[in-house]
């Protein structure tokens, strides 16, 4: 495995990135991104693992309780903890102003 990349792969990465390095740099990166890219070896080797388990870990599924109905709460019931309230409703700031934009 060799330990360092070429000038010339460095140099189209630093490319793609549109960033410029000096020749120091280019040396320091020709080691640093080799070992990047050994790393991402390491992860493409591994086979012992059970794709099942990739998309659910647990046998759990959820329990969700049944929906029962229940009494409506009044108007006045549901707003007594509201920061404000206009009538029946509650009072919330705008979001979005009349061009579209969203307001600070």
């Known amino acids: 495995m060799e330990e360092k990349l070429t000038r010339e792969e460095v140099l189209h990465v630093a490319n793609l990135a549109r960033i410029e390095i000096d020749e120091e740099e280019l040396a320091m990166y020709q080691v640093k991104l080799k070992q990047i ?3 991402i070896e390491k992860i493409n080797e591994v086979t012992s693992y059970d794709e099942g388990m990739l998309i ?3 046998e759990n599924k ?3 309780r049944e929906d029962t109905a229940g009494e ?3 108007p006045r ?3 007594k903890n509201a920061p404000r309230s206009s009538g029946n409703y509650f009072s919330v700031p705008v979001v979005i102003g009349e061009t579209g934009e969203a307001s600070a």
Do not use: F, G, V, Y
């Open 56 to 58: 659910c870990p647990t």
């Open 77 to 79: 019931e549901a707003l």
């Open 37 to 39: 890219l050994n790393e």
């Open 62 to 64: 959820c329990k969700l």
């Open 72 to 74: 409506m709460l009044e």
